[in-house]
């Protein structure tokens, strides 16, 4: 599958960083209560290092500021993601949250599809195991 890119003025449209702050935050909400997907996280006594990792690479890559990469490198997502099981289920769990939170939002309709788009493409690309 292959994803354009989104307009340029997609950072300022969807609302800047506060966009993607509440996103993240609601998203990790969601994770927290979720015991599969909480138990990938067993070194962090809270979720906010993870938290912050992943609102830095959505700001970026949505065009908005580059500390992600200033701060960690290049994204390398599935090498980053190799030392974990993301099966079928972990996906789904994943997006499940992901839903959630931009439902929440409500981010106008075509910026919605467009992070949406994104994010099953993603998660999808993050499975190493069958099934």
């Known amino acids: ?10 950072f300022d449209r969807v609302g800047g960083e506060q966009f993607f702050v509440d996103l993240v935050a609601e998203f990790y909400r969601g994770v927290a209560e979720d015991t599969e997907l909480r138990a990938l996280y067993p070194e962090y006594p ?6 912050e990792r992943l609102r830095l690479f959505l700001m970026q890559y949505w065009g908005g500021p580059g500390t992600y990469s ?7 997502l599935r090498m980053r993601h ?14 499940r949250h992901m839903r959630a939170a ?3 939002l409500q981010p106008e309709p075509e ?3 467009w992070l949406w788009r994104y994010f ?4 999808d690309s993050m499975r190493n195991v069958e099934g």
């Open 70 to 76: 200033q701060q960690r490198g290049h994204p390398r």
């Open 46 to 51: 809270d979720l906010a290092p993870a938290e």
């Open 1 to 10: 599958m292959t994803f354009d890119r989104p307009p340029a003025d997609f």
């Open 102 to 104: 931009l439902d929440k």
């Open 120 to 123: 099953e493409m993603a998660a």
């Open 82 to 95: 190799a030392p974990y099981v993301v099966n079928l289920d972990m996906r789904d769990r994943w997006l």
């Open 111 to 113: 910026l919605e599809s």
